[in-house]
């Protein structure tokens, strides 16, 4: 069926350091796709987006990449700081970017650990 | 502006019983999401509404209900409570393109006992 899961449950670097976060979806018929992040006890916060028409997305030190062919989708945190120690979640929005529904499927999540 | 507000943030509940949370948009959404987060499942949708229409449905048994009201403020109500429906519930609003744009609540933490 339709799911999105992440290949590394927990990521541990030094802080500084980049941050890659990996994510492998399904559905082909997703053209939206969106990285949330999560701290302790608050609900889930919006990094960046990118449609499945883009490879590649630039956020201030995060960038998304979209990779169709393997229905890979990639977060990469420059300069690592500790307060981006959180769980990261990959969602996708199976209907057009202009639908009206609205049912992201998430992926699990990573952890992402960093050390100062 | 004021965010996505969900009260109330924490409830103990025991099994059988039934449970109403309560999620205010943030001003001019009209669209209002409901997720359930559990360490098993992860954040698997419940449903969305928009102008008080149910748009889209999950695949949750039917227990679990929602309704959204004039002012968009939307309620979720979960009957017959069981042990697994300790979740942390979570509301998402949107202007109109659910699943776009989405901004999250803090969520509810249930606990069933």
């Known amino acids: 069926g339709e799911s999105v899961g992440l290949h590394l449950p927990t990521l541990s670097v030094q802080e500084g350091d980049n941050s890659i976060i990996n994510c492998a979806y399904s559905?082909?018929?997703?053209?939206?796709f969106i990285w949330y992040k999560q701290e302790s006890g608050k609900g889930p916060q919006f990094i960046i987006d990118?449609?499945?028409?883009?490879d590649k997305r630039q956020g201030q030190r995060v960038t998304v990449l979209l990779n169709k062919t393997v229905k890979h989708l990639s977060l990469q945190i420059a300069a690592t700081q500790p307060g981006d120690s959180a769980v990261y979640f990959c969602a996708e929005n199976p209907l057009n970017y202009g639908g009206s529904q609205g049912n992201l499927i998430f992926g699990k999540g990573t952890k992402l650990s960093v050390k100062p | 502006k004021a965010g996505v507000t969900q009260t109330p943030r924490y409830l103990i509940k025991t099994r059988g019983q039934q449970v109403t949370l309560s999620c205010s948009p943030i001003?001019?959404?009209?669209?209002v999401s409901w997720y359930q987060q559990t360490p098993g499942q992860g954040l698997q949708f419940l449903f969305e509404y928009f102008s008080e229409t149910q748009r889209n449905k999950g695949n949750f048994p039917g227990r679990f209900s929602g309704r959204q009201f004039s002012n968009s403020r939307s309620e979720m109500n979960v009957s017959t409570l069981e042990l697994g429906d300790s979740a942390l519930y979570l509301c998402a609003s949107s202007t109109d393109r659910a699943g776009y744009g989405y901004t999250f609540g803090s969520g509810t933490r249930l606990t069933v006992v």
């Open positions: 001003s001019g959404h009209r669209s």
């Open positions: 559905n082909s018929a997703s053209d939206y």
């Open positions: 990118i449609r499945s028409n883009m």
